[in-house]
Every structure is written in C-alpha cells, then in structure tokens.
C-alpha cells in the first residue's frame, strides 16, 4: 500500500518515524516550505523535512496546495493512502485523491477539542484526561468519521511540553495502527457524535496568555500549565513583561494582599493576590532576561515598592 504523509512539526516526526520503522510504504513526504528562522533569520527545514531527507524519503514543498502542478506531482506518486498529522487544511482535490482515503492524526479525544491547539486548551481548562484520535478527513475540519482512539490522563502538574511529548510518541503507534487496520479492511469508521458541550481548540494569539488576576486560582494555575513552555502565560510586574513558567496556588485569604495586589519578603517568595487566595510565582522570566526560579530571582532585583 502506496503511502503520502503529510506533516511540518516535531508532533508529526514521531508518525512518520514509525511508519518508516514499521517498514510501511512511505512514497513521498509533503511539509511546509523552508521559511526563514530564529534572530539570524536563517533559511531552515521543516522538522518533518529534515527527518525525511535523512531516510532518504522524496520530499514535496508546496506553497499553494491546489497548485496544479503539486497535484500533478502528487498524483503521479499513485498513493493507495495519505495521512495527515498537524499539517494545514488540505483542499478536497488533494484528500480526495487516493482510493483508501485521507486520515488525520489529531491530539484529543474528538469530537471535543477540535481545532489547531487541543493539548493546550485541555490543559487551560483543567482536564483530566484527553487523548489522540484517527479519523478520514472530510469537507468540514476535525469533522471526519471515527477510526481509533486512545486515552491519556492529565494530571494536575502536568504542563502542555510534557502532554505533547506524551501523546506525540502514543500517535506514532496509533497511526501505525490505523494504518494497518486500512491495508487489512479491518476498519469500522463511526460517525463523530454531536454533543451539546462541545469544547473547541482555537488557535492561541497572545492575548490567551495574559493571565488575569481577578480569576481563581486554579484557573490561573491551569493557563500557566497550559502555555508552558509555549508561547507562555504573562503578566506585567512593575511596568516590566513577564512570562510565567511555574506558579502554585494557595487558597488562603490573606488582609492586606487583594486581588492583583503583590507582595514579597525580597528573599524567598514573590507574591500576588487572586480571587480566592493568592498564587506563588515559582519560575518566571522578565522581558530582556533568562528564566529564573524566584530565589534567584529575589536576590538579584530591586524593588520599588
């Protein structure tokens, strides 16, 4: 069976790593162009890229999609199958072409969470569990019939790094997986059931991140997990940006320390009000500076309270 794989970042590597180790037959690898990068501005590849090339694999870079030339080349590879794991929408002309269909990889447990961000805003809202699902893609995003699914608990440390890191390997199987059940017929797709409470996963912009201190603390706890490590939960602490990257969340109310309000001992702990307690700041990182833990911190800093 005649394989495409469709895929840029890291999340996407661990997919086509265990195809290509499962000895399936991985024809051609489609990813992002090369773009510009980092502080140098260097031209860099793709993650997916860099992986196919070291295999050997023959790799196609599109800027258009329904460029009529890429389905040209895409059709001339004559896949049996294309799978999908965090790429861009593909238009009807391209995963409508092979005759087993398209499948996507996708980081929840669908129909929840469907969008471009669902390990972060499982974490945000303080689930806890989640999980990866295969399914065939069709007109509407995420909204393809049901191949496989598998679970994975969220706990309450857990930040949006460590569950990426742990259902990227979970997919690689998965797909492995989905892919075997295609070639054999051994497949049942199910139709996403529509539930009223559905949860979506939209892409973060910045303005996600900005924690405000008048919600409780555990939400504020959850929204630093969930942008940890990228691209960060912030705030503004003496007219200075700061990310977040660990806090813990005390439910104690304590006079004088009112919501938003900050506080410190200027050697072991930097503080801040929130609606039902206050929250530690445990590690963070000022705007022009390296991360720190707050020790460190604290012995460092002048304050202008």
């Not at 980081?107 to 303080?126: E, K, T």
């Not at 309450?156 to 998965?174: C, H, I, Q, S, V």
């Not at 409470?197 to 409780?216: D, F, I």
Request: glycine share 8%; with cysteine.
């Amino acid at each position: 069976m005649r394989i495409i794989f469709f895929g840029t970042p890291e999340f996407a590597v661990a997919s086509l790593q265990a195809l290509v180790e499962a000895k399936l037959d991985v024809v051609a690898v489609v990813t992002a162009p090369d773009k510009p990068a980092g502080r140098g501005q260097q031209i860099q590849s793709s993650p997916v890229k860099a992986y196919a090339v070291s295999v050997g694999l023959p790799v196609l870079q599109p800027a258009k999609l329904k460029d009529p030339a890429f389905l040209e080349e895409l059709a001339a590879y004559k896949a049996d199958l294309q799978i999908i794991v965090a790429f861009r929408m593909l238009p009807e002309a391209v995963w409508n072409m092979p005759p087993k269909g398209t499948f996507n990889l996708h980081a929840s447990l669908l129909p929840q969470y469907r969008g471009a961000a669902p390990i972060h805003w499982a974490v945000i809202n303080g689930e806890t569990e989640t999980g990866i699902t295969t399914f065939f893609l069709q007109h509407e995003i995420d909204t393809g019939d049901l191949l496989f699914q598998e679970t994975e608990p969220i706990s309450e440390t857990d930040t949006t790094g460590e569950l990426y890191e742990r259902l990227m390997n979970k997919g690689g199987a998965l797909v492995v997986k989905t892919t075997r059940a295609i070639e054999s017929g051994d497949i049942h797709p199910k139709p996403q059931q529509e539930i009223e409470e559905l949860k979506s996963a939209p892409k973060l912009q910045r303005s996600t991140g900005e924690v405000h201190w008048t919600r409780a603390g555990r939400d504020i706890v959850n929204l630093v997990r969930g942008m940890n490590p990228f691209p960060g939960a912030h705030t503004v602490f003496q007219g200075k940006n700061c990310k977040l990257i660990g806090v813990e969340f005390h439910p104690e109310i304590i006079p004088d320390l009112g919501v938003g309000v900050w506080d410190t001992d200027q050697k072991t702990f930097l503080r801040v009000g929130c609606s039902d307690g206050y929250i530690n700041i445990l590690e963070w990182q000022m705007e022009g500076k390296k991360r720190l833990k707050i020790e460190d911190f604290l012995r460092g800093y002048n304050f202008n309270f």
